[in-house]
């Protein structure tokens, strides 16, 4: 599957936004695993892509503000700084948005998603400590009216998630520099 940014709306692109597509494109299979662990992550980041720093932050917020990406961050193993758990709620299919738009405005919260099954939105919270985790979980049990079934996880697995975007025709490869 390919993901177009949002202000692409023509079947082939110009030679400009072709050369501007092949530069998101990089810097997005770059940094999934390679976000420069500096005092300046973004100005390194900048320096890679020749580009300047001011506008990769530009480019950045366009990126998030059309949903191609998310979020940009650190992800660390679990419990390694601080405590999470994956948490699961049975929301009417009537309420399901309306939660769901509560439970993501939680800064504990970086996304949750709908499942097919009884407990139907999943999501992790993340906290400083377990006080704090059950604290936030009583807020959003009292914020939604639903009792939310706590997860925590006994067993550490490693799971990578990030994967070769492709935004145009031919012109990914993955992380081994293989099409």
């Known amino acids: 599957m390919a993901i177009e940014p949002a202000n692409l709306h023509e079947k082939e692109p110009h030679m400009g936004q072709h050369v501007e597509i092949e530069r998101i494109q990089k810097m997005l299979n770059q940094f999934q695993h390679n976000l420069p662990l500096s005092s300046t992550p973004y100005a390194d980041m900048a320096r ?6 001011q506008q990769l932050l530009t480019l950045l917020e366009e990126l998030k503000s059309s949903q191609v990406i998310s979020r940009i961050g650190a992800v660390f193993k679990p419990n390694r ?9 049975a929301v009417p ?5 309306d939660i769901a738009n509560i439970i993501s405005a939680y800064p504990a919260v970086n996304h949750n998603y709908e499942r097919e099954h009884h407990f139907n939105l999943w999501f992790v919270v993340t906290a400083e400590n377990k006080q704090q985790l059950n604290r936030t979980l009583k807020d959003m049990e009292q914020k939604t009216g639903i009792v939310i079934l706590s997860l925590p996880m006994e ?7 990030g994967f070769p975007l492709q935004l145009i025709d031919g012109g990914t490869k993955n992380n081994k520099g293989e099409h």
């Open 81 to 89: 700084i601080g405590v999470s758990t994956l948490a699961a709620m």
């Open 48 to 53: 890679q892509l020749g580009m300047p720093e």
């Open 155 to 161: 067993k550490d697995y490693h799971i990578d998630l």
């Open 93 to 97: 299919q009537h309420r399901l948005i």
